[in-house]
């Protein structure tokens, strides 16, 4: 398209690790695709696409602070390869909310953005308000820290209802397992069948 065109003749897109010039915007270049880790094998009811190593970390620094919305539909892709089984027969997505606070510095929720590709690419509907996070927490600590930074941090919106419903949640990585099973148990609590887990990247050995 012309327009195109001329944004690429302006601002030329570069690739989100290594700044290098790139085709078309919202991929990588082929050498830092090539990096990413695949995983293959998952967990009962969760997935992620990739390792949460140097290259990851930088896509999702890419999307969290950078206006990278396009890369958000590169690695939903990713996760709709990573999750069909869990996607499957799934009858809602919703993902893990920031607050309001970091909201500001922010722009966007990332969590939010991956979970709008997902649900576009895979036509399993999408409600990103089902959850508010009432508490602003830190995300580093131990584990044990970690889950009682995050215990009390969601509440559910009463608005929705979530009863008999497969829920896959998404986020953009998981690290304890912490916000996500803190998320799961509040879903459950309110009627929710079954919730599935599924991320962009997953940190390994940290836990
Ligand atoms: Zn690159």
Known sequence: MFLDAVLNA????????CSQRIET???????????LQFLHDHEDGKASAVVYDDISKRLILALKYGDKTELAFLLARLMVNAGQDLLAGADLLTCVPIHWKRMLTRKYNQAALLATGVSKICAVPLNPCVLKRVKSTP?????????????????????????????????????????????????LKNGAKEIRLLTFAKAIGKN
Do not use: H, W
């Open 139 to 187: 995300k580093q600590g131990s584990r044990e820290q970690r889950y009682q930074n995050v215990k009390n941090a969601f509440c559910f919106n009463p608005k929705y209802s979530v009863k008999g419903k497969t829920i896959v949640l998404i986020d953009d990585v998981v690290t304890t397992g912490a916000t996500a099973d803190a998320c799961a148990r509040l879903l």
């Open 10 to 17: 302006f601002f030329p897109p570069v690739c989100p690790v």
């Open 25 to 35: 915007a919202g991929a990588l270049c082929p050498e830092c695709f090539s990096k």
